[in-house]
């Protein structure tokens, strides 16, 4: 059983830079899907980055193309989302996600694992 557990949430004023990282246990030797989701409040759970481990192949959103970079550390199973250049409107909880085998775009429903989510809160 994978488990995810998200680390790095807080405050930070509009401009400011945030890191994120999720530690993911229960790994088998399967090729991961891994990335970031997040939800607003009053908003559906939306797709920010995503990140094959296998391959590489990485996939962001629109809105945060050019200020979010994912990255993975297989040495400790974890993958980050760095964000900078953060604005009020990137303000939610941010969860941690995964599927086995390939990507699938931000088909929420897709993943079967996700971490507890951490706060990201951008203040103008």
């Known amino acids: 059983q994978v488990q995810l557990v998200e680390s790095g949430g807080g405050s930070v004023q509009a401009g400011g830079s945030l890191r994120l990282s999720c530690a993911a246990s229960?790994?088998?030797?399967?090729?991961?899907?891994m990335g970031w989701f997040r939800q607003a409040p009053g908003k559906e759970r939306e797709g920010v980055a995503i990140?094959?481990?296998?391959?590489?192949?990485?996939y962001y959103a629109d809105s945060v193309k050019g200020r979010f970079t994912i990255s993975q550390d297989n040495a400790k199973n974890t993958v980050s989302l760095q964000m900078n250049v953060l604005k009020p409107e990137d303000t939610a909880m941010f969860y941690c996600?995964?599927?086995?085998?390939?990507?699938?775009?931000?088909?929420?429903?897709?993943?079967?694992?996700w971490g507890q989510g951490t706060q990201v809160t951008v203040s103008s």
């Open positions: 996600a995964a599927r086995e085998g390939s990507c699938y775009g931000f088909v929420v429903g897709k993943y079967n694992y």
């Open positions: 229960g790994y088998t030797d399967s090729t991961f899907c």
């Open positions: 990140k094959n481990t296998g391959t590489g192949f990485t």
